[in-house]
C-alpha cells in the first residue's frame, strides 16, 4: 500500500555526497515540496574514494545538526523508520552492496547516480529489486532542467548534448562516474532505442549513438569541466540549449510523487540501456573507436 505524501518519512544511504544536504534543505527546511521529509541516514562511506571519505562524517554532522536527521548504524536500523529510501552513496560501486541490504526493507527506492559502475552491476540491481518486490529508479538531476525540457521534440531527427566528464579510476565504466549526466540528457530527450555507438577519444572525448529508428545522438564529454549544454535538430527547425543548469527540485518532486504512487518516471528498461550504451562507448574505446552493438 502507498501511503498518502502527508506520512512519508525518508531515510538516506550515503551521506558522503553533497545531495543529501540539498535534498534536506528542500524538503525538510524550505519544504518547497510538503508531504515528505528526511529522518534518518546511514552514513556507508568508501575508505579508498577522497571524495567520500573526505566528507561523509561532515555531512553526517550537518544532516544531524542542520535537519534533524537521526544517523543510524546500519541499513537494517534505518529500515523501520522510515517508508522509503533514498540511496545516495557517490560510489556506484557500492550501490550493488547496498541495494541488497536495502530492498530487505521492502520499501520503495530511489537510487542516485550512477545506479552502479558497471553495466553487469546495474543488471544485477534491477534482479535484486524485482525478487524483493521492489520498486526503484535512478537519474541525474539534468534529465528535468528546464531548458532541456523545453528543446525535446518528438520530430527530432539528431541530436547534441555535453557536459563534463571528469574521470575516477574507481569506476570501470569511466563515463558513469560523472558524464553519466549528458548521457541521461541524451536519453531525455531520445528515450531507448539505441543500437550502435562509437566512441572517439581525445582531449574531449565524442560518443556517438545511432538508434535503430535511423535518428543519431552525439555526447561531447568536456574534460575536465565545462557547462552543461544540448541542441535539437528537426526537419524543420533547430533548438538549442546552451547553458543547461542542474537543479534538485524537478527531480525531487517526481521522486516524492514515485513515492506516493509506486509509478516511476524513467523506466527500468530505459536506466538499463543507458548503461549499455555506457558499456559499449567503454568498449569502443578500448578497440580504438570501433562499432560496437548495445546489449540487450
Known amino acids: 500500500m502507498w501511503l498518502p505524501a502527508a506520512d512519508l518519512r525518508l531515510g538516506?544511504?550515503?551521506?558522503?555526497?553533497?545531495?543529501?544536504?540539498?535534498?534536506?534543505?528542500?524538503?525538510?527546511?524550505?519544504?518547497?515540496?510538503?508531504?515528505?521529509?528526511?529522518?534518518?541516514?546511514?552514513?556507508g562511506g568508501s575508505a579508498d574514494l577522497e571524495s567520500s571519505y573526505k566528507r561523509v562524517d561532515g555531512y553526517a554532522k550537518e544532516?544531524?545538526?542542520?535537519?534533524?536527521?537521526?544517523?543510524?548504524?546500519?541499513?537494517?536500523?534505518?529500515?523501520?523508520?522510515?517508508?522509503?529510501?533514498?540511496l545516495e552513496s557517490v560510489d556506484g560501486r557500492k550501490h550493488l552492496e547496498q541495494a541488497r541490504e536495502a530492498v530487505k526493507c521492502g520499501k520503495p527506492m530511489f537510487i542516485d547516480k550512477p545506479l552502479a559502475s558497471t553495466y553487469a552491476d546495474a543488471v544485477a540491481i534491477a534482479k535484486?529489486?524485482?525478487?524483493?518486490?521492489?520498486?526503484?529508479?535512478?537519474?541525474?538531476?539534468?534529465?528535468?532542467?528546464?531548458?532541456?525540457?523545453?528543446?525535446?521534440?518528438?520530430?527530432?531527427?539528431s541530436a547534441a548534448v555535453w557536459g563534463p566528464g571528469p574521470i575516477d579510476k574507481t569506476h570501470q565504466l569511466d563515463l558513469s562516474w560523472?558524464?553519466?549526466?549528458?548521457?541521461?540528457?541524451?536519453?531525455?530527450?531520445?528515450g531507448p532505442g539505441c543500437d550502435e555507438v562509437i566512441r572517439v577519444v581525445g582531449h574531449d572525448d565524442v560518443v556517438i549513438g545511432k538508434w535503430k529508428d535511423g535518428r543519431i545522438g552525439t555526447i561531447q564529454v568536456l574534460r575536465p569541466y565545462g557547462d552543461f549544454g544540448a541542441?535539437?535538430?528537426?526537419?524543420?527547425?533547430?533548438?538549442?540549449?546552451?547553458?543547461?543548469?542542474?537543479?534538485?527540485?524537478?527531480?525531487l518532486r517526481e521522486i516524492v510523487k514515485f513515492f506516493q504512487t509506486g509509478v516511476a518516471p524513467v523506466s527500468e528498461e530505459e536506466t538499463l540501456e543507458l548503461f549499455a550504451f555506457m558499456d559499449a562507448a567503454q568498449r569502443s574505446k578500448e578497440r580504438g573507436g570501433k562499432p560496437v552493438k548495445v546489449k540487450r
Do not use: Q
Open 12 to 43: 538516506i544511504i550515503g551521506t558522503d555526497t553533497s545531495h543529501v544536504t540539498a535534498f534536506s534543505k528542500v524538503l525538510n527546511e524550505t519544504k518547497e515540496i510538503p508531504g515528505a521529509r528526511i529522518v534518518a541516514a546511514f552514513k
Open 63 to 86: 544532516l544531524a545538526e542542520k535537519f534533524g536527521v537521526e544517523i543510524v548504524p546500519s541499513i537494517a536500523a534505518l529500515c523501520g523508520k522510515v517508508d522509503a529510501i533514498l
Open 128 to 157: 535484486v529489486a524485482k525478487a524483493a518486490g521492489v520498486k526503484w529508479f535512478s537519474s541525474s538531476s539534468l534529465r528535468w532542467a528546464e531548458a532541456l525540457v523545453a528543446i525535446k521534440s518528438p520530430d527530432a531527427k
Open 178 to 190: 560523472y558524464a553519466i549526466h549528458p548521457v541521461e540528457m541524451l536519453y531525455a530527450l531520445y
Open 231 to 251: 541542441i535539437v535538430h528537426t526537419e524543420k527547425k533547430t533548438l538549442d540549449a546552451a547553458r543547461i543548469k542542474s537543479n534538485y527540485t524537478p527531480m
